[in-house]
């Protein structure tokens, strides 16, 4: 028997008890470390999640007016978990193994292989960064395939297709700005620069040894200074937008080149007043691509499942990983921790690059 986190209203977090699942055919694993989504999980703790306002209709592809689909209590969020397996009534998987899913903020789980997809973490790797294995990583991933295929079409061969040799700037320098510049960087990109306003997330990418650019007025100048195609072509070759604020889109548009693609990897909860298409967009000829990973790109579906996604980004892992777990991974508390610390992160009061739950202080959990 387990508990689940619970967004009871806006701004109300509990641990509520969980009902556990028959485990005929599946297996249990008990959380060792569930890491925190400071952008999307904060959207349902401050109510601003557009799920929670209108009624998803997936034949249309519309928001409409009706039922929320997501009305409070809001249970089972969270994308970012490491388990042990504690018992298992199937082959799929070893008692003993190390797994990565993503089943919530919860302190056990019973999952099916047919139901549920899981990751087993190599022996290699730090069960601490597999919080990124199972969906984080992937959605940083899918990224840069979309880059590659934006270049590339349907002939896309590796996922550095489309940052290699090439000038990449990455507009916000959160988890996800911080693992899609690390995945260009090793995927051989001539350069990479982060953008960000906030003057501790650069100092974080700069210990990570990413170059950084700080928000000015004339921060798209002294990009395209430095970047210099022709006379009349100038600015980064692609631009990955990974902050959930319209005028981070609005600069990405900015720092392109003539005919230069953004693709975008935020979520946004508000308007986009500050994103002026008659500009920019217009007069050099750019593009937006929304790379979720709900979907990859046309015609990859079958070579670049998520199960090859993540064996990605366990490479990944395997490079910058040690510089993950010392300078992006900030904060790790008790499950018993969790309501005040999302409470904390959504009110502003507290601040943290990755937070993660772990087990080391599970005893505190109330």
């Known amino acids: 028997m387990g508990d689940i986190l619970s967004i009871e209203a806006a701004g109300e977090i509990a641990w509520v008890p969980d009902t556990p699942r028959a485990i005929e055919g599946g297996f249990q694993v008990e959380t060792l470390y569930s890491g925190i989504s400071a952008g ?55 008692k003993g193994a190390v797994v990565a899913m993503a ?31 199972a969906h984080m990583g992937p959605i940083c991933a899918n990224g840069l395939l979309h880059a ?23 507009t916000g320098a959160g988890v996800v ?16 620069v982060v953008v960000d306003e906030t003057a501790e997330r650069l100092r974080v990418a700069a210990a990570l040894g990413l170059r950084t650019l700080s ?15 022709t006379q009349y072509d100038r600015g980064a ?75 990605e980004t366990v490479a990944g892992l395997r490079i910058f990983g040690d510089a993950l777990r010392e300078h992006v991974i900030t904060d790790v508390v008790g499950f018993g921790q969790a309501p005040e610390l999302l409470a904390d992160l959504a009110a502003g009061r507290r601040h943290a690059v990755q937070a993660v739950l772990g087990d080391h202080v599970q005893d505190q959990r109330g």
């Open 215 to 229: 928000v000015h007025e004339d921060t798209p100048v002294e990009l395209k200074k430095r970047w210099r195609h």
């Open 103 to 133: 089943y919530g903020h919860r302190t056990a789980y019973t999952a099916h292989p047919l139901n549920d997809r899981f990751v087993v973490l190599p022996d290699d790797l730090d069960p601490l960064l597999g919080i990124y294995v």
């Open 40 to 94: 999307t999980e904060l959207t349902f703790v401050k109510g601003l999640n557009p799920w929670m306002h209108a009624s998803w209709n997936a034949v249309y592809g519309l928001f409409r007016p009706g039922q929320p689909s997501s009305p409070y209590p809001v249970r089972g969020f969270g994308y970012m978990q490491v388990g042990r397996v504690v018992a298992s009534n199937t082959t799929a998987v070893d």
């Open 237 to 311: 070759d692609v631009v990955f937008q990974c902050r959930g604020q319209a005028r981070a889109l609005a600069l990405a548009l900015k720092l392109l080149r003539p005919q230069g693609t953004v693709i975008d990897l935020a979520f946004y909860t508000g308007g986009a007043e500050e994103v002026r298409l008659g500009e920019e967009f217009h007069h050099n000829g750019l593009s937006i691509r929304c790379a979720q990973i709900g979907r990859v790109p046309r015609g990859l579906a079958h070579a670049w499942d998520r199960e090859r996604l993540s064996h």
């Open 148 to 170: 590659a295929h934006d270049l590339h079409g349907s002939h896309v061969q590796a996922l550095g297709d489309g940052v290699r040799g090439r000038r990449v700037a990455v």
């Open 177 to 192: 700005g911080l693992l899609v510049a690390l995945f260009a960087e090793a995927l051989g990109a001539a350069e990479v």
